[in-house]
């Protein structure tokens, strides 16, 4: 009966290690994934950036500004 509690009690402590492990290992991928997550929002911010200036470029090298600066026919 000791030998087999004996046992319980290692399983019981291995699994515990484990657990213990694993959380850590969750919350470092969490950390990482957190850091990515800002990452990308600020990569798809400047890529909107560039995109919009592109655009105000495009208009400019054709010659007719902005379509917002556009001046209505009557003037």
Known sequence: M???????????EELE????????TLSQLNDVIAVQDAN???LI???QELGDKYRDLSYEMQGSGKPGDEKPPHY
């Open 2 to 12: 000791e030998k087999s509690l004996a046992e319980l009690t290692a399983r019981v």
């Open 17 to 24: 290690s484990r657990l213990a492990f694993q959380e850590d």
């Open 40 to 42: 990308i929002r600020a």
């Open 45 to 47: 911010a400047r890529l």
